[in-house]
């Protein structure tokens, strides 16, 4: 069959979860047998969030092939389980720039640019993946971020408005929307998704499907309103209530019949609706999960986005353990050797995170030196890995000034260096080493016991400074094992202390693999052993 294209947009304001509908539409029509891959287009004018403080935009999530890439990205992976690349992430900085590129080696002969129809034909090209010319895809899902109205997306919107025209039936407009409700009058308020809609046709786009955020349960007679004033047909309109966790979204979009309408607005037979027996059996194991394990993440972004897929995959795992994994952010910039007992009290395992710059790299460095001379499971993810090594350095190899060289430039026992390749690097953006990288893991550790014997593996990277190999002998001698090695580079990926119950750093960010259905074996290892001791 034809690509089917369809494009979520969300208004009213913002974080209304476009993200996890687009995730939950591509489940939904995967479930069907359809092929689907989401791509999100963001209209910030940066090339990537890569050089953008957590704060700012939360984690940065990094694709297989390197690119470094919005958040959203990691609920489409872990919803589908599809691999997502480069060309699944698009900001209004790398369409600029690639319509810029062009004009400065002459390919538009001398025409005037403009933003309609240079910059509008280039967001078109890549909604429609012209250039990803080995796929075939029954599905494209095209979320756009922002809400309706905001100036930097209309250049977005009048793409999709060109696109709806070209393509007709084989494209579908999903939008979503908030509809409040006010204590005060004791009223659910529609009025706010009918503007919504009235600015989204203002552009040239009537939506086909709806899905209203609500905190409460609308009835039919709203639904129905919402459908006539904003000319929609009434089994397109879909609410989207608070439910206890968002792996149940999918779920409540099937027995609202989204899927459904999707393929009758793309003219696509309906068929069964699937019985996606493994999700549920996942939703089960997440009800039934009731007995807490608490688990610390010792960073310095107390942002829940900021640590998103980490904690995710905490999460996953403990449902798979049949345990509630209770996560509580410790601020590693708070910690000091005087508090960190109390600061530390109470957890049954430690997520030493990761990170860049000085900032509380102290703190982590005290808490990795407390879990590991008091045996408390621990797990030090790309900086947190560093500020383990840097610890053991300090305290057992007797490297009193040891550091990284990230830190400190000028640290005697810079345990921690820059990449060969990165030193002549002056940019920052896209720079790092990034994406899926080999590893080889020493047979008979506990990281490849965790991942089932395997002594091959691959993994996801996004740092510039790795495990000193002057130090190597060392650190093996001493009891802090170099157990995984990329073979064509000799670069530490995991260290690991055999004689403690749990005690493993990894360079690379094992969180960005762990899906619903396929939980990272890392951290199901690292659930699974605190577990048993708690238990």
């Known amino acids: 069959m034809n690509t089917k294209y369809i494009f979520v947009t969300g208004g009213v304001v913002s974080s209304l979860g476009k993200g996890i509908i687009a995730a939950s539409i591509g489940k939904l029509l ?112 095209t979320e756009v971020g922002g809400t309706i109205g905001d100036i930097e997306s209309a250049p977005f919107m009048e793409a999709i408005r060109q696109l709806r025209w070209q393509l007709g039936r084989n494209a579908v407009c999903v939008h979503l929307t908030y509809v409040p409700y006010l204590k005060a009058a004791d009223e659910l308020k529609t009025k706010p998704t009918q503007h919504s809609v009235k600015e989204l046709q203002g552009m040239g786009i009537q939506p086909d499907i709806l899905v209203l955020r609500t905190e409460r349960h609308l009835d039919d007679a709203l639904r129905m309103k919402v459908a006539s004033f904003c000319n929609v047909n009434l089994e397109c309109v879909v609410q989207s209530e608070d439910l206890a966790s968002i792996y149940e979204v999918p779920v409540s979009m099937q027995r609202q019949g989204l899927d459904a309408a999707i393929l009758r607005k793309t003219g696509i037979p309906v068929g069964e609706t699937p019985a996606m027996a493994p999700w549920h059996d996942f939703l089960e194991k997440q009800r039934c999960a009731t007995r807490e394990l608490h688990i610390g993440l010792v960073g310095k972004y107390d942002l829940q986005d900021a640590y998103k897929s980490i904690r995710e995959s905490l999460n996953l795992a403990g449902v798979y353990n049949n345990v509630k994994v209770k996560l509580h952010f410790i601020s590693s910039e708070e910690i000091t050797e005087g508090n960190v007992a109390e600061r530390l009290d109470g957890m049954a395992g430690i997520i030493i995170c990761p990170g860049f710059g000085q ?36 305290n057992v190899l007797g490297y009193k000034d040891a550091n990284s060289t990230e830190m400190n430039p000028d640290a005697a026992a810079g345990v921690i260096d820059l990449m060969e390749e990165q030193k002549s690097i002056t940019q920052m953006g896209g720079t790092m080493r990034l994406g899926a990288y080999d590893c080889l893991l020493r047979e008979g550790s506990r990281a490849s016991e965790a991942y089932g014997g395997a002594t091959e593996i691959s993994e996801r990277h996004r740092h510039r400074y790795e495990f000193n190999n002057q130090y190597k002998e060392e650190y093996e001698a001493a009891g802090m094992k170099c157990v995984g090695i990329n073979p064509g580079t000799g670069l530490v990926e995991i260290v690991e202390m055999p004689t ?24 199901m290892s690292f659930v699974k052993h605190i577990n048993t001791l708690t238990y």
């Not at 590991?372 to 993810?381: A, K, L, M, V």
Request: proline share 5%; charged share 25%.
């Open 30 to 141: 995967q479930a069907r047998g359809y092929k689907v891959t989401i791509q999100k287009f963001d209209p910030y004018i940066n090339i990537d969030p890569g050089t953008l403080n957590p704060y700012e935009h939360g984690e940065c999530y990094v694709t297989a092939d390197g690119m470094e890439t919005d958040l959203d990205l990691g609920h489409y992976e872990r919803f589908t389980g599809i691999h997502t690349t480069r060309h699944n992430s698009i900001t209004t900085g790398r369409i600029y720039k690639a319509v810029i590129d062009r004009e400065r080696r002459g390919d538009y002969l001398g025409k005037t640019i403009q933003v309609v129809p240079h910059i509008t034909d280039e967001i078109k090209r890549r909604m429609l993946r012209e250039d990803v010319t080995e796929e075939e895809l029954d599905f494209v899902i």
């Open 500 to 523: 403690h119950s749990w005690y493993i750093g990894t360079q690379f960010h094992p969180e960005y693999s762990s899906t619903v259905l396929s939980p990272h074996p890392l951290f």
């Open 359 to 394: 900032r509380g790299i102290e703190g982590k460095i005290i808490a990795a030196e407390y879990t590991r001379t008091h045996d408390i499971p621990t797990f030090g993810i790309c900086l947190g890995m560093q500020m383990m090594v840097v610890e053991f350095a300090r």
